[in-house]
């Protein structure tokens, strides 16, 4: 089955700077590649996902690209800002696409 | 509003016995899916459904059970069986049961605590 990494565990920016996250994925039959954001005692939510026929996606502040050669994608927050703090998971399909991998998860936190 | 609703959102248990969460759905989703979440390791799958009655195990099924006998009803037992049962568990839903078609929905989540 898939098998998603992903770094790193924690993350501390400055309010205003950038901040990446970064998964690698195992199964080169993979073609969709989500992010959530979990907030404090909250479910994750879907903040951007990519497909295979593309190499990035843009909303707003909020980037993803993949990289298929090399089998890794990453999330680009800019501007950050303090309700950027969050848990942040990537994940990948497996099982015949009937299941999500996900990724250990990165706690991003903005500094004021 | 459409959602997912998970109950109850702390539970405690003691050694030896079984409890059920509830997850209910009202956004007419065909699968649900029921993850573990423990610090550090991100989200791991304990069961899938696809349509009413009939669910598939994920990663790590072992200690747990489930029933779909409604569309929008999801409810894990977790059993004496289970040896490290203290987690936070999410229930989850989507459209459809290829999860590349759509967004996973999530609920609140349950903190199951044994004591």
């Known amino acids: 089955g898939e098998n998603v990494e992903q770094h790193p565990s924690t993350l501390s920016v400055q309010e205003g700077d950038s901040a990446v996250i970064k998964c690698t994925y195992s199964?080169?039959?993979?073609?969709?590649f989500p992010w959530y954001k979990q907030e404090l005692g909250k479910g994750p939510q879907l903040i951007i996902d990519?497909?295979?026929?593309?190499g990035e996606k843009k909303d707003q502040r909020i980037a993803v690209t993949l990289n298929k050669t090399a089998k890794h994608f990453s999330l680009h927050i800019t501007e950050t800002q303090p309700e950027d703090s969050a848990v942040y998971f990537c994940?990948?399909?497996?099982?015949?696409?009937?299941?999500?991998?996900f990724g250990s998860g990165t706690q991003l936190t903005v500094l004021p | 509003d459409g959602g997912i609703t998970q109950s109850p959102k702390y539970l405690f248990r003691k050694e030896g016995q079984n409890v059920t969460l509830s997850c209910e759905q009202n956004?007419?989703?065909?699968?649900m899916y029921w993850y573990r979440q423990d610090p550090g390791q991100g989200l791991r799958l304990i069961y899938y459904?696809?349509?009413?009655?009939?669910?598939q195990k994920g990663d790590i099924a072992e200690g747990y059970s489930v029933s779909r006998e409604k569309k929008e009803s999801f409810p894990l037992t977790v059993t004496s069986a289970q040896k490290n049962p203290t987690a936070f568990y999410l229930c989850?839903?989507?459209?459809?049961?290829?999860?590349?078609?759509?967004?996973?929905?999530f609920g609140e989540g349950s903190r199951l605590t044994v004591l």
């Open positions: 990519i497909r295979s026929n593309v």
């Open positions: 994940a990948g399909p497996s099982g015949s696409a009937r299941q999500l991998t």
């Open positions: 459904s696809q349509i009413v009655n009939d669910f």
């Open positions: 199964d080169s039959a993979s073609n969709y």
């Open positions: 989850a839903s989507s459209m459809t049961g290829k999860v590349n078609t759509g967004e996973l929905f």
């Open positions: 956004l007419n989703h065909d699968a």
